[in-house]
């Protein structure tokens, strides 16, 4: 898919993957003619906004905790929203609370650090936001303030590759958990391609960044065992396909085989099989995910689905228990409000960072179609792809992941 013109003497390169420009942009605001306008948009933009505290942290709620992932995703609603200035004061407090092995906590609580191992997908995902930030933006000498920052982080990232490629979900003192899950690696291997994106526009070169999303989209496409099965989650199903590391047949095929397991009628998806609630976040990732796979129609329709989750104000509702009509859990959260954003923009084509996710699948499209064989084999690399790399670090944590840890 070509990237959208704006007008740009000098498009911006992911490999051979043009997409958007450098130049500073006009506040661009998207909407989905029949669902979703712009004021309603700029609405929700607000209200994320109003939950953000002055330090620049933007809970999950007011009065909820703050992780990092989920505070860089309602940051990229504020870019959506014309809420630049929201923004990157979002992404300061990132570069202030970060510590110096380039680690974040995976939880805040009330301005304290409620929980301070490191979970390496919570750490990855500044360089989504960054890159997005810049595309939308072409605020270029913010993007190089914030160098730094996405650096040390992306570089902590690498630290936690397993010997074939997967990705340890986390680390605390003891050392590094040797679980690895489908969720945070495929969000991993996204993060990766945009830091690579904002090295060159910069000027830099991360080749190793480039290398560690390739054995890891390898491993995630070839070699599932490596990975700790997370199949209630509907977030396993799809992410592969959102974060560009499954594409082509291979992707169509995973989202068909367990549509009919996730997808609700007139309301969206579950975020586990076998519980009768829908949730809107998952639901606008799958959105996300179906225009990665160039399911436009299927992706408007799971959109249109899930806006009874919205309030009058712009904020959203976290989920609906569809068996009684209750909304659960009972919180109206930024994040999920923010990932509506990202999927109206993404429907509607609008801003230049509407391609977020869609140019990730592009680009690995090109890369393994110079490759011969099938990709989710392989028979599609060296042998030298699939050879444990000795220099890895293998101390390993006790500690697991809980049964609802996937990202």
Known sequence: ???????????????DVAIGDVRARQRLVPSVPGVLDEAEVRATGEWIASVQKPSGEIPWFTGGHTDPWDHVESAMGLTVSGQWEAARRAFGFLRDTQRADGSWPIKWQDGEIADSDTDTNFCAYIAVGLWHHHLVTGARDFLESMWPTVRRALDLVLTHQGPQGQMWWGSSPRGFCDEALITGSSSIHHALRCGVAIANELGHSAPEWDLAADRL???????????????????????????GVMVGEQAQHRIDERWDDFVVDGLGIRCVDHRPWVTGAETCEFVLALEAAGRHEQALEQFTNMQHLREADGSYWTGLVYADGKRWPVELSTWTGAVVLLAADALSRTTPGNEIFRYVS??????????????ATCSAYTATECVPDASTNSEVDEVRPSEFSVR
Request: avoid cysteine; aromatic fraction near 8%; charged fraction near 20%.
């Open 1 to 15: 898919m070509q990237p959208q013109s704006n007008g740009s003497a000098r498009p911006v390169t992911v490999g």
């Open 217 to 243: 989209g390898h491993a995630l496409r070839a070699h599932p065992e490596l990975f700790t099965p997370k199949t209630e989650f509907s977030m396993d199903w799809f992410y592969p396909v959102l974060t």
């Open 362 to 375: 592009t680009h690995t499209m090109k890369r393994l179609k110079s490759v011969p064989g099938d990709p």
